[in-house]
């Protein structure tokens, strides 16, 4: 927690930061700082998580086993009650445990809306469109960390089971895939941009941000696992294309960074990166992953870079059982790409030491 | 200005005017990272990937096994790539860390090696005795190296070949036993990563390999504690043995969590506990009316949380 002097600080900081003259609620800010005195491990986040979902299902089984399940508008209300309290609950009290809490009730709530709903026997559709306009109000008015991350990640798994609940839909997986793509790079690369539209837009952001994270590589996992979903792998290049642009779009936002401004010079870099990703373009998630860990470590986000670790080493063992080539065609994309990347590292290594 | 985080420039976004260009300065100065960190970054990440694909290029190409390929070949391709890492880690001028990343990759050709060999004679590729060759041969470089990866891999080696061991030769060993074995391996190896650079004067370990090795011992007292206490009906005396052991090392850890304010290791056991609790009750409880274990688990699953938030505070306020 910050005291007054580091504060006061901080405020003259920002003051130099631009031209335009800056005018703080310098009263808001303090009480926010006084609120805001939880700052968790890591660990100690997991470990709500992962207590208060044990705690939600045991909860919701409770509820259960007291004979609720027979009654279907009894489901469908105390469903929406549960979502009133969860907001009730994140409006009142800004606290980890909290807001945790708050965000299991949420998920309890749709899993009896689910359950009343499914008795009046409404297609997949309509249930997941009900989801989503439930979640988006909730990111609306109720801007807690847990609740809003969980909506998103909610309003991902309703688009999904949408889509793939349709087989002449999913087509249309692909495009999600590419949509979500162009999402998390503008995200990432506008944060200050979002964060300064509007008060509401700053509280969500990192929320939003993980949310859509987690529901890419959800989404990568999905499509890489042959077999698991029935989806038709025709165009499974086009959502490659969008990451590999996506990827070559920051890559050109990097040269500003590294000072390179000659465009000969950004061309042929632009040209390398397109080189070294081609490969990957019948494995999104490779190139997925690639892109998440650049991005994260472009704006310094060490859970997404983590993520992004992760999520590569899965896609690089899952790229053993893609169909589409032999063992040996995979082994010389791999090795040739490896050198490629030793040969990029010695140019850089040379390229300092000139300096 | 020094120790401007990502939090505080929202927070002043919300009750100010700061616009865009404000924003972006505050966050480009502070939390991006600058051209010298890319530098640094990306040569380790171009060798990083540059060394696992490669590596993963030779392991796909093995397990191709193409026949046209002659025998001689296949081993001399993976016996001389052995030697050209090795040789550049010895002889080649670079950073330590890349020596490191280097002669990881060689100790991994070291395992295609014996695969290419099981491949080419038909001993199969997951004979116990190819894991324990592997570990054997890789022993001096990771422990001349003492690079935290390749540890990492080792104890995965050594583990590997236990369990293979037991399944291939000693099937008359109980599940048990064995889970307890590498119960006991995997906690000493923690205790010795955590305390032996001190006693040496050595550089820590790195957290990560730490949390890493906790998780994996937490997780085999859970996996242990849950097949004698919930599922096992017919009670052995060696279950006594066992179970007092990870009492002990519980309550070693506990200790240890309390006087270091080691945050992970009390998430970790309190979990475990709430988890093997809750299995206690359900077993006990749970067969006439299930509605008990289940106000249990809601029960136990907020205090833990609450204490864990709580103890959290204490010591944070505390430093």
């Known amino acids: 927690m910050r005291n007054r002097e580091s504060i006061q600080n901080l405020i003259s900081y920002f003051k130099t930061t631009q031209e335009k003259e800056i005018i703080f609620e310098e009263e808001a800010i303090f009480a926010a700082y006084q609120n805001n005195n939880e ?8 470990a709500v998580v992962f207590g208060g979902i044990l705690a939600s299902i045991a909860g919701s089984g409770l509820l259960l086993l007291m004979g609720l399940y027979e009654l279907e508008q009894g489901l469908i209300l105390v469903g929406f009650l549960a979502i009133g309290v969860s907001v009730a609950l994140s409006k009142s009290y800004d606290k980890l445990f909290i807001d945790t809490l708050s965000a299991c009730c949420f998920i309890v709530g749709l899993v009896y809306i689910y359950l009343g709903l499914d008795h009046y026997n409404l297609d997949i559709t309509t249930i997941c469109s009900i989801f989503i306009v439930i979640c988006l109000a909730l990111m609306m008015f109720a801007q807690s960390y847990m609740l809003t991350f969980s909506s998103v990640i909610v309003i991902n798994g309703s688009v999904i089971a949408v889509l793939l609940g349709y087989h002449n839909l999913s087509y249309l997986f692909d495009l999600y895939i590419a949509l979500l793509c162009v999402a998390i790079t503008a995200l990432f690369l506008n944060e200050a941009k979002i964060i300064t539209l509007h008060k509401n837009l700053s509280k969500i952001y990192n929320p939003v941000r993980i949310g859509l994270l987690l529901s890419f590589i959800c989404v990568l996992v999905l499509l890489t696992r042959t077999g698991f979903i029935s989806i038709r792998y025709d165009y499974i290049w086009a959502p490659s294309i969008i990451i590999i642009c996506a990827t070559i779009y920051l890559v050109c936002k990097l040269c500003n960074t590294l000072q390179i401004y000659q465009n000969k010079d950004k061309i042929i870099i632009c040209l390398v990166t397109a080189i070294v990703l081609a490969p990957t373009i019948s494995c999104p998630g490779i190139a997925g992953a690639v892109l998440i860990i650049l991005l994260s470590f472009f704006v310094n986000y060490k859970t997404g870079f983590g993520a992004g670790i992760l999520s590569f080493i899965y896609f690089l063992s899952q790229f053993y059982y893609a169909l589409s080539f032999s063992l ?28 | 200005m020094k ?6 420039i929202q927070i002043f976004t919300r009750h100010s005017n700061l616009t865009k260009i404000g924003a972006e300065k505050a966050l480009e100065e502070n939390i991006y990272n600058n051209a010298e960190n890319w530098r640094k970054f990306l040569s380790f990440f171009c060798l990083s990937l540059g060394s696992v694909f490669m590596t993963a290029g030779i392991v796909f190409f093995f397990a191709g096994n193409w026949a046209e390929l002659p025998t001689f070949v296949k081993l001399g391709v993976v016996e001389f790539l052995i030697i050209a890492t090795v040789v550049a880690t010895l002889f080649v001028k670079i950073h330590r860390t890349i020596r490191n990343i280097i002669l990881n990759a060689a100790a991994f050709l070291v395992g295609v090696l014996f695969a290419v060999f099981g491949q080419v004679y038909q001993t199969g590729a997951d004979a116990y005795d190819f894991f324990l060759a592997w570990t054997i041969f890789i022993s001096l470089w990771v422990i001349i ?22 399944q291939q030769v000693a099937s008359n060993w109980s599940e048990l036993t064995v889970n307890f074995t590498l119960f006991i391996f995997n906690t000493l190896i923690l205790a010795g990563a955590m305390f032996l650079p001190r006693i040496r004067n050595r550089m820590a370990t790195p957290n990560w390999f730490i949390n890493t090795m906790t998780l994996v011992s937490v997780t085999l007292a859970t996996v242990l504690e ?18 007092l052991t990870t009492i002990a090392v519980y309550l070693i850890g506990v200790w240890y969590a309390i006087t270091s304010k080691n945050m992970v290791f009390l998430a970790f056991i309190s979990l475990s506990i709430l988890v093997l609790s809750s299995g206690l009750v359900i077993r006990h409880l749970g067969f006439d009316d299930f509605s008990i274990p289940l106000l249990f688990i809601v029960i136990a699953s907020a205090s833990v949380i609450a204490m864990l938030i709580n103890v959290q505070k204490k010591w944070s306020n505390a430093k």
Not at chain 1, 39 to 46: A, N, P, Q, T, W
Not at chain 2, 147 to 153: E, S
Request: glycine fraction near 2%.
């Open chain 1, 39 to 46: 700052s968790h491990s890591l660990i100690v986040k997991i």
């Open chain 1, 328 to 355: 040996l065609t995979k082994s010389a994309f791999l090795f040739s790409s490896g050198l490629l990347f030793v040969a990029i590292y010695l140019f850089i290594n040379k390229k300092l030491a000139s300096k």
């Open chain 2, 145 to 166: 190296s003492n690079y935290a990866p390749m540890w990492l891999m080792y104890i995965a080696l050594i583990n590997i070949t236990f369990v293979l061991y037991w």
């Open chain 2, 226 to 243: 849950m097949q004698m206490v919930i599922f096992n009906t017919d009670y052995q005396t060696s279950y006594l043995v066992f179970q």
């Open chain 2, 3 to 8: 120790d401007i985080y990502r939090e505080d």
